[in-house]
């Protein structure tokens, strides 16, 4: 049993989620800057700055499907990673990172099509603004087209976080995030004898970022990723292995995906009550990204240490990861909760908006806070269900929170928000109601599944 193996096994589970976790809430959390800073500096452009920001919140739905699609098929290959290191197979886990990293190929040159043909329809079924509609096709198509940072990336920090170096997936993300934050008001506003690229210059921005994360988890993984030796032989693709990491990893692509397909369906909700609560959602989502992304960071950690203690038969483990993943994610975000209900209006300010969309803004981060609580209960039963192979339960809480329980309630309060302005809260109060319904139906799925598994030491 090597260093890491051990350490996977023996060291006490509390401590080594935050040991792993720590590092994967900042890689998480850096990932949510991207939007977030282009967010920031282009709404504080001299001219058209609201209207940019609604650009961006367009294109925000198809940048977090990408995000998704290289993230899940990166949580399959560590979870298969994990299993196998934890079941000392060696060969398995070196084709399971060669044909992530084809995936990581193949998944890059799916979003380079988008992006030459795809994104100008895509931001206009959104809105009929000409003016939102050109700053929207011009940031996506460049998000798309130079994509390969991302998706690599994507990859490579699942890998080294398998191999228990996620330290260096995080110095590599923090890289990335820095570059982009330098670049954007450069390029942005034309600083330092650059031309003004406006929403153009955000969108070169982020991808350099990627960039230079791929390039950093690349080096780090060449260097000290010793664990798993990717060689020529192991790129060649395995329909086995890829319908391994797939069976593992395409639960996780389609529940950040859901996030795609409620914002997108959001946005067409709240176009029709008014295009100012549309800017308003995408803000507030944005800003909220950085509790759920956390979130998603402790279970990320919380998948390959369960996962890896489901490989070696370890009940007690198991135990523990799901009582320690769900009082560590509960901790972020009461904690985050706390913030945003403090800071709203100093939050909403950093970006510059009209007074109606900051009141709405205000109001959405006030209540549609209320249940992120309940969101952190029912992300962490995804990780668990994730790491022992119950990858449809875990989804099913995902279509729960994001979709069953969200577009009804959305589509009526809707009607309401139309013939009486002052209800439009009803509208935020949607994400609250859909998040305590699925955290009462995740508890009773969790049940089921430690019987059906015999995990009933897990309750």
């Excluded at 998040?435 to 599944?449: D, F, M, Q, S």
Aim: glycine letters at 8%; hydrophobic letters at 55%.
């Amino acid at each position: 049993m090597n260093l890491k193996d051990e350490k996977m096994a023996t060291v006490p589970v509390g401590r080594l989620m935050l040991s792993m976790g720590i590092p994967m809430i900042i890689s998480m959390v850096l990932q949510a800057v991207y939007n977030i800073v282009d967010s920031a500096f282009v709404s504080n452009m001299p001219t058209g700055g609201e209207d940019a920001l609604n650009a961006l919140t367009l294109a925000f739905p198809l940048q977090i499907l990408m995000v998704a699609v290289g993230i899940g098929t990166g949580v399959g290959a560590n979870v298969l990673t994990a299993k196998s290191l934890g079941q000392k197979n060696s060969e398995l886990t070196n084709k399971t990172a060669g044909n992530a990293v084809f995936l990581g190929a193949v998944i890059y040159l799916i979003f380079l099509i988008f992006g030459l043909v795809g994104a100008k329809a895509y931001i206009n079924s959104q809105t009929d603004n000409e003016v939102i509609s050109a700053m929207g096709t011009e940031y996506l198509s460049i998000c798309c087209v130079f994509s390969f940072g991302m998706s690599m990336f994507a990859i490579f920090e699942k890998i080294l976080q398998a191999a228990g170096h996620s330290m260096c997936s995080t110095i590599a993300q923090i890289l990335g995030a820095v570059t982009n934050i330098v670049l954007d008001p450069i390029l942005i506003y034309g600083w330092f004898g650059c031309p003004e690229m406006g929403v153009k210059g955000a969108a070169y921005a982020t991808v350099i970022g990627q960039v230079v994360s791929f390039a950093a988890a690349l080096i780090f993984h060449l260097k000290f990723n010793k664990s798993i030796k990717i060689r020529l032989i192991h790129f060649m693709p395995s329909l086995k292995i890829i319908g391994m990491i797939y069976s593992i990893g395409l639960p996780a692509i389609i529940s950040q995906a859901l996030i795609s397909v409620m914002t997108y369906g959001m946005n067409l909700i709240l176009k029709g009550v008014s295009e100012n609560m549309v800017t308003a959602y995408g803000l507030y989502y944005k800003i909220q990204q950085f509790l759920l992304f956390a979130a998603f960071g402790m279970r990320d950690a919380i998948t390959p240490i369960t996962a890896f203690s489901y490989g070696m038969g370890s009940g007690e483990r198991i135990k523990s990861c799901v009582k320690f993943g769900h009082l560590f994610t509960a901790v972020i975000m009461i904690v985050g909760c706390a913030v945003l209900e403090i800071f709203a209006v100093p939050f909403s300010e950093v970006f510059g908006l009209s007074g109606e969309t900051q009141a709405l803004c205000v109001s959405a981060i006030h209540i549609i806070s209320i249940g992120l609580v309940f969101a952190g209960i029912n992300i962490a039963f995804q990780g668990v269900l994730q790491a022992v192979g119950s990858g449809i339960s875990s989804l099913i809480i995902s279509v729960c929170r994001q979709l069953l329980f969200v577009f009804p309630f959305a589509l009526i309060f809707a009607y309401v928000a139309k013939n009486n302005v002052q209800m439009n809260w009803l509208l935020w109060s949607v994400f609250p109601i859909a998040e305590i319904l699925t955290a009462v139906a995740a508890v009773i799925i969790w049940r089921k599944i430690s019987v059906k598994k015999n995990l009933r030491f897990a309750d």
